[in-house]
T-cell receptor, first 113, second 107 residues
Framework: SQTIHQWPATLVQPVGSPLSLECTVE??????LYWYRQAAGRGLQLLFYSVGIGQISSEVPQNLSASRPQDRQFILSSKKLLLSDSGFYLC????????????FGSGTQLSVL | GQSLEQPSEVTAVEGAIVQMNCTYQ??????LSWYQQHDGGAPTFLSYNALDGLEETGRFSSFLSRSDSYGYLLLQELQMKDSASYFC????????FGTGTKLQVIP
């Protein structure tokens, strides 16, 4: 069966510090991968999606970047965090070639202070 | 670009039926999905419509009208555990989520 791992669950970082969030998927090949951010009580904002290794589409100009160094690994990074980067970050995957059903990781609650 | 609108909140009584609407404006469209998210948790998939009409899965049904750019999620026999936020999402090359409807089920 397929599983998605996302860590850490919570993170408190000072302004100006770097960020690295990792997401891995098991039990499937060549998944579509997604990073979303959710502000408290709000909807999900698509940040990045990837249909294959090294293929990253960015949706919102921002202080973040994403990489997909391996087929089932998706990394969200920042060189210098801003206060506005705080939020609930969710990684998700879907079966290659389809996206009607996303499977989400448990999320990372990031607080930038 | 993609734009999806949902009512922000709805309250319904346990055992009743509730309908949550979603209207969208998109440059591309493959289908409409629905997700449930409890406070502090991750969204979970409920249903998907690619064609016009009603899809039923147990107590949950989802409807789509492509000509009206409109869909809804129907929950029957409401239970307290159904209290959560419900999001519609449009698929084209990517997946764009709506603003979400927070459902409160009261006794």
């Amino acid at each position: 069966s397929q599983t998605i791992h996302q860590w850490p669950a919570t993170l408190v970082q000072p302004v100006g510090s770097p960020l690295s969030l990792e997401c891995t998927v098991e039990g499937t090949s060549n998944p579509n991968l997604y990073w979303y951010r959710q502000a408290a009580g709000r909807g999900l904002q698509l940040l990045f999606y990837s249909v294959g290794i090294g293929q990253i589409s960015s949706e919102v100009p921002q202080n973040l970047s994403a990489s997909r160094p391996q087929d089932r690994q998706f990394i969200l990074s920042s060189k210098k965090l801003l206060l506005s980067d705080s939020g609930f970050y969710l990684c998700a995957w879907s079966v290659a070639g389809t996206n009607e059903k996303l499977f989400f990781g448990s999320g990372t609650q990031l607080s930038v202070l | 670009g993609q734009s999806l609108e949902q009512p922000s909140e709805v309250t319904a009584v346990e055992g009743a039926i509730v309908q949550m609407n979603c209207t969208y404006q998109t440059s591309g469209f493959y289908g409409l999905s629905w997700y449930q998210q409890h406070d502090g948790g991750a969204p979970t998939f409920l249903s998907y419509n690619a064609l016009d009409g009603l899809e039923e899965t147990g107590r949950f049904s989802s409807f789509l009208s492509r000509s009206d750019s409109y869909g809804y999620l129907l929950l029957q026999e409401l239970q307290m555990k159904d209290s959560a936020s419900y999001f519609c999402a449009v698929q084209d090359q990517k997946v764009t989520f709506g603003t979400g409807t927070k459902l409160q089920v009261i006794p």
